[in-house]
């Protein structure tokens, strides 16, 4: 009895360790998010300036976009991080 149980509880230490060695933290999720982030960013830049023609009002629409869509990018990550599909 004694036995089972701990066969029991290493299948499901192990179970679960491997669930989170395929799951992201959510630190890993907001360095991703950034870093994509200031990609987008300057590429939302050098459009809206190829459009408007002035650098205050582009780095403003840059500014908002990077804010929203790091907040977006964030919560779509973690969102997929529960979906086990493709992993």
Known sequence: M???QLV???KNT??????DKNSEKPLR???????WRVIGTVDTLI???????????AASIASIDFVTKMILYF???RIWNKIGWGK
Not at 14 to 19: I, L
Not at 29 to 35: E, F, H, L, R, T
């Open 47 to 57: 459009i809206s300036y190829f459009f408007v023609e002035e650098v205050v009002l």
């Open 14 to 19: 192990k179970t679960s360790f491997e669930k």
């Open 29 to 35: 999720s907001i360095a991703k998010a950034v870093s």
């Open 75 to 77: 919560f779509h990550e």
């Open 8 to 10: 029991l509880n290493s």
């Open 2 to 4: 004694i036995a089972d």
